[in-house]
C-alpha cells in the first residue's frame, strides 16, 4: 500500500494538536509497514519532526505548477490524503485527472469554517447560529468534504454536523479522535504537593489561543492574583509574536514563557492547566496533554467540547469569568478534589483516546473504503456533481496562475 499525505504545513508534533494528531495518523500507517510519502508546499521549520525516522520521504511540491501532474502521476499513491481543505483546493482535480483511482482522504483537523464562525460571533457580541456557516469559507470547506471519498473528523459534534446539516452521507464520514498510548496510572503521576502555579499552552498563530491569552491576562488572572498572591501564571506557546511577550510581568506572576520543547513536562510541573477558549473547534490537544500527566483543567464549554462524552471533567467546565475565578481557585487549594479530578481525566483517556482501539478501527476504515471507492462514488450524487463544477473552476485558476508565473519568467 502506498499513501501520500499532501501536507497544509509540516508537522510540528511540539508546536500544536494538529502537529500531534499527523504523527499519529503517520505512525498507525508506518505500523501497517505502507510506504509512505509526504509532501508539502510550505517551508520547511525548525520545529518540524524528522519524518526519515519513520522512514517516510518527504518532498517539497509546487502550488499551480504542472510539475505536480507527473508527480502524482509517476506515484499513482492507492490513498491520498489532503491534510486540510486547503490542500483538497488545490491538488484535488490534478489527482483525480492524473491518479483516478487514488481513494481521496480529507484530514480537517477541525471545521475550520465552524471555528471561523464561532470568532466572528464572538466579535459581533452575539450567540454562534448555524447560519454563520453559510458563508465563502464555509462553502468552501463543505463542498471539499464531498468531493472527498472519506473525511476524517477528530470532533463527534462536528462529524454529526455534517451529516445532519451538510448531507454529507455517513459512508463519507469517519469520526477518530486522538490515538494515544495507555496512560499513566495516577500514583506514578507528580504528586499535588510537587506542583505549583498555572499554565496555559498553545499555539500563538492559533487565533483562539491568543485570545485565550487575552482574556487571562485582563480578566481572569488578576482576579486568581488578588487570592493567590504566591501563584504565577505560566503561558507557553509556538512563535510568541512581540505582542504575547509584551504581556509578560514578573511583578504581577504572569510570565510568558514562549516555546516549550517539551510540552508534557512543563504540563506536570503545574498544578492546574486554564484554557479559557471563547471559539475554537476540534478537539483539544493542550486539555489532553492535561488529562495525560494528571493536571486538571478549568475550561470552557468549547474547550471540552467533544472531548469526554458523558463522562465528568478533570476539573471544572464554565463560560463565566466569576465561577471559572472561584473553581480555579478551590482546586488549586483542595488536594482531594484535585485528586478526584486528576481521576476523572485518567478515565476520560482510558475511555475515548486508546491507540489500541482506534488504529485498527482507521485502517480496517480505509481498507473498507478503497473496495467499496466506485460504488460509493456513484452513490453520492452531490459529490460528483461538485467535482464537476467545483473542480473545473479550481483547475481553470490554477492553470490561469500557472500560465500567469511562466509569462512573469520570460
Known amino acids: 500500500m502506498h499513501l501520500l499525505v499532501i501536507g497544509y504545513v509540516w508537522p510540528e508534533p511540539n508546536s500544536s494538536a494538529a502537529g500531534s494528531r499527523m504523527m499519529q495518523l503517520l505512525n498507525s500507517f508506518?505500523?501497517?509497514q505502507w510506504q509512505i510519502s509526504f509532501a508539502s508546499p510550505a517551508q520547511q521549520t525548525e520545529h518540524m519532526a524528522d519524518l526519515s525516522q519513520l522512514g517516510i520521504e518527504a518532498e517539497h511540491i509546487e502550488l499551480n505548477s504542472d510539475s505536480f501532474d507527473h508527480y502524482i502521476a509517476e506515484k499513482k499513491p492507492d490513498i491520498v490524503v489532503f491534510d486540510r481543505f486547503?490542500?483538497?483546493?488545490?491538488?484535488?482535480?490534478?489527482?483525480e485527472?492524473?491518479?483516478?483511482?487514488?481513494l481521496r482522504v480529507l484530514n480537517t483537523e477541525d471545521l475550520h469554517s465552524l471555528r471561523q464562525a464561532r470568532h466572528n460571533a464572538l466579535k459581533q457580541n452575539r450567540e454562534f447560529v448555524i447560519e454563520d456557516l453559510y458563508n465563502d469559507h464555509g462553502i468552501r470547506e463543505i463542498a471539499a468534504i464531498h468531493r472527498c471519498d472519506l473525511t476524517l473528523m477528530i470532533s463527534e459534534v462536528e462529524a454529526k454536523l455534517l451529516v445532519d446539516q451538510f448531507h454529507v452521507p455517513e459512508t463519507h464520514v469517519f469520526h477518530l479522535p486522538f490515538m494515544l498510548p495507555e496512560p499513566q496510572q495516577t500514583d506514578t503521576l507528580r504528586s499535588f504537593e510537587d506542583r505549583e502555579h498555572f499554565i496555559s499552552i498553545?499555539?500563538?498563530?492559533?487565533?483562539?489561543?491568543?485570545d485565550a491569552v487575552l482574556q487571562l491576562k485582563t480578566e481572569i488572572w488578576p482576579k486568581i492574583r488578588k487570592r493567590l498572591p504566591k501563584a504565577e501564571m505560566h503561558i507557553?506557546?509556538?512563535?510568541?509574536?512581540?505582542?504575547?511577550?509584551?504581556?509578560?510581568?514578573?511583578?504581577?506572576?504572569?510570565?510568558?514563557?514562549?516555546?516549550?520543547?517539551?510540552?508534557?513536562?512543563?504540563?506536570?510541573?503545574?498544578?492546574?492547566?486554564?484554557?479559557?477558549?471563547?471559539?475554537g473547534a476540534g478537539i483539544k490537544g493542550k486539555l489532553v496533554e492535561a488529562m495525560q500527566v494528571g493536571t486538571p483543567s478549568i475550561t470552557t464549554s468549547i474547550g471540552a467540547e467533544s472531548m469526554h462524552g458523558v463522562l465528568p471533567w478533570n476539573g471544572v467546565i464554565t463560560d463565566n469569568i466569576d465561577t471559572f475565578v472561584d473553581a480555579a481557585v478551590s482546586l488549586y487549594e483542595d488536594k482531594e478534589s484535585w485528586l478526584l479530578m486528576q481521576q476523572n481525566g485518567n478515565t476520560i483517556l482510558q475511555a475515548r483516546y486508546q491507540a489500541e482501539e482506534w488504529e485498527p478501527k482507521l485502517i480496517n476504515r480505509l481498507k473498507l473504503q478503497?473496495?467499496?471507492?466506485?460504488?460509493l462514488r456513484n452513490k453520492h450524487f452531490l459529490g460528483l456533481m461538485l467535482r464537476h463544477h467545483s473542480l473545473k473552476s479550481t483547475q481553470y485558476m490554477s492553470q490561469w496562475i500557472e500560465l500567469k508565473n511562466k509569462n512573469e519568467e520570460k
Do not use: I
Open 97 to 102: 485527472k492524473f491518479s483516478p483511482d487514488s
Open 236 to 279: 507557553y506557546g509556538a512563535y510568541p509574536p512581540p505582542k504575547a511577550t509584551q504581556l509578560h510581568n514578573a511583578k504581577e506572576g504572569f510570565l510568558v514563557k514562549g516555546w516549550a520543547e517539551d510540552a508534557q513536562t512543563v504540563m506536570q510541573q503545574a498544578r492546574l492547566c486554564l484554557a479559557p477558549l471563547r471559539f
Open 370 to 375: 478503497l473496495q467499496l471507492k466506485e460504488s
Open 86 to 95: 486547503m490542500m483538497e483546493e488545490q491538488f484535488g482535480w490534478r489527482v
Open 202 to 210: 498553545g499555539n500563538f498563530r492559533h487565533a483562539p489561543n491568543w
Open 30 to 32: 508506518h505500523k501497517e
